[in-house]
């Protein structure tokens, strides 16, 4: 079945291609007819560009229909991630990535993936590397996760559970107390996203999203 799926994706993108470069090549011609030819190569460049983003987005869906058992399930994950990529200062292509990588862990990605990101902003660093901590830290504990002594987010956690040492705790109790400190606004992680959003890389982000599903 997954190998059905690639398939039928790699044909997507492979029809897609195809007429896209037609496109571009016959606005390309016209333009070189004109002699134009500073805008046949912006022409060319737009085409690529659009190709290239649509071939990523299919293989994205691809890879969520796999982990999540179906297309119908899939394209409604595909649909929550774009939502929150709108909303938060992060691609498209990163937010689909680290839903996944939640997924793969067994989080229920769909209700975590905003607090995630939150932790992405308060970490500063990309998105997919936070899920993939969160990831090892949901999967192993606080001690799978170096990021999460490094930024401080055990000391949150263990201030946040009323515990000394979140190595010491349970690995039930010690994803409880994550998410609940992650998703609680009275630390300094809830709304990271929000504020992150309203800084000028944010809003690039914001617009570059905006462009990437216009392609």
């Not at 996944?100 to 229920?108: P, R, V, W």
């Not at 209700?111 to 999967?139: T, Y």
């Amino acid at each position: 079945a997954k190998t059905k799926g690639l398939g039928a994706a790699n044909s997507k993108i492979g029809k897609l291609s195809g007429s896209m470069k037609g496109l571009t090549i016959a606005a390309t011609a016209t333009a070189v007819a004109f002699g134009v030819k500073g805008l046949a190569g912006t022409l060319f460049k737009i085409g690529k560009a659009s190709v290239d983003t649509a071939a990523e987005f299919e293989l994205l869906k691809v890879r969520l229909n796999v982990l999540y058992g179906s297309v119908q399930r899939g394209t409604q994950a595909f649909n929550k991630f774009n939502e929150i990529a709108a909303k938060t200062p992060f691609a498209l292509q990163d937010v689909v990535e680290a839903g996944a990588t939640l997924k793969a862990f067994g989080i229920d990605a769909e209700e975590n993936l905003r607090a995630v990101a939150d932790v992405a902003a308060f970490m500063q660093d990309e998105l997919p590397v936070a899920a993939s901590a969160v990831g090892r830290a949901f999967s192993a504990g606080s001690g799978a996760a170096e990021q999460f002594a490094q930024k401080g987010l055990n000391v949150l956690i263990a201030e946040f559970a009323g515990v000394e040492d979140v190595t010491k705790m349970t690995l039930p109790d010690f994803r409880k107390a994550m998410f609940a400190t992650f998703k609680d606004p009275n630390t300094s992680i809830a709304g990271m996203t929000e504020e992150m959003s309203r800084t000028w890389t944010g809003m690039v982000s914001n617009f570059q999203d905006g462009v990437d599903r216009l392609k």
